[in-house]
């Protein structure tokens, strides 16, 4: 089942950020929150790292096309940056607003779709977004 279905892993993947919340929330009271990211990081990089060698997942990166590398250090580049941001605005506000607002990602995947990747959205796919603006900002007001 997990092996062909995107939408089991996107569900977990849900169910893990909705953890990530609270975990940071609670974590952040007490730390630093670019010094929380970094331990953040580094837990990642030996959990994924871990994965990829019992897996024996690790290619050669001269087999990784140029064009693909980029955009992957450019992914990482943008997760760096929204996690120190997502750390900082969990040690400043509620988890129940900070989270609403960081799933605005959503709406912007959507339209950097459109935009960046050529993607095709029907109108009951821009009501969705619409929808989940409102729920959003519904979610975060206090």
Same mark, same amino acid.
Request: one cysteine or more; hydrophobic letters at 60%; aromatic letters at 12%.
């Given at each position: #089942? ?17 953890? %990530?919340?609270?975990? %940071? ?17 580094? =837990?990642?990089?030996?959990? $994924?790292? @871990? ?12 087999? !990784?096309?140029?064009? @693909? ?9 943008? %997760? ?8 900082? +605005? #969990?040690?400043? @506000? ?11 990602? $959503?709406?912007? =995947?959507? =339209?950097?779709? !459109?935009?960046?990747? @050529? ?9 969705? $977004? !619409? ?7 519904? !979610? +975060?007001?206090?």
């Amino acid at each position: #089942m997990f092996q062909t279905s995107w939408l089991s892993w996107a569900l977990l993947s849900a169910i893990f950020a909705a953890l %990530t919340a609270v975990f %940071t929330k609670l974590g952040v009271n007490t730390i630093n929150s670019d010094f929380a990211t970094f331990i953040r990081t580094c =837990v990642i990089l030996i959990l $994924v790292g @871990g994965i990829a060698f019992f897996t024996q997942k690790f290619q050669p990166i001269s087999e !990784v096309s140029s064009k @693909g590398l980029l955009f992957i250090v450019l992914s990482g580049l943008a %997760t760096g940056a929204s996690w120190l941001c997502y750390f900082r +605005a #969990m040690s400043l @506000g509620q988890a129940s607003q900070v989270a609403p607002i960081d799933k605005l990602s $959503v709406v912007f =995947v959507a =339209v950097f779709g !459109v935009l960046v990747l @050529g993607e095709n959205l029907s109108l009951t796919n821009w009501l969705g $977004v !619409v929808l989940i603006t409102l729920g959003i900002i519904l !979610v +975060a007001w206090q």
